[in-house]
Nanobody, 115 residues
Framework: QVQLVESGGGLVQPGGSLRLSCAAS????????MGWYRQVPGKQRELVAR???????NYADSVKGRFTISRDHAKNTMYLQMNSLKPEDTAVYYC?????????WGQGTQVTVSS
């Protein structure tokens, strides 16, 4: 099992920044990829950014150039630095870890971008 705990969400004005954190624990060896997804009511959960073992990254087109995913292996923590936030970034953000054939999810953290 892999346990994931997100933190760092909140309310921010358009143009502002937030940094989300995801602390991983449990059987974290051999995690192939970790990523951030987001979901708004009535819509499917969508990939925001993903970090694959070996260092490659994927970003949704809507966040390229504004969001940066990173991982601190010593702290078993993944981050999502979000800059130039827009109202359409408002969502619940979920941390994900993919290991073997399984996906693990955190409980989610709310990000609201509003003036």
């Amino acid at each position: 099992q892999v346990q994931l705990v997100e933190s760092g969400g909140g309310l921010v004005q358009p143009g502002g920044s937030l940094r989300l954190s995801c602390a991983a624990s449990g059987s974290i060896f051999s995690i192939y990829a970790m990523g951030w997804y987001r979901q708004v009511p009535g819509k499917q959960r969508e990939l925001v950014a993903r970090l694959i073992s070996g260092g490659s990254t994927n970003y949704a087109d809507s966040v390229k150039g504004r969001f940066t995913i990173s991982r601190d292996h010593a702290k078993n923590t993944m981050y999502l630095q979000m800059n130039s936030l827009k109202p359409e970034d408002t969502a619940v953000y979920y941390c994900n870890a993919h290991r073997g054939s399984r996906d693990f999810w955190g409980q989610g953290t709310q990000v609201t971008v509003s003036s």
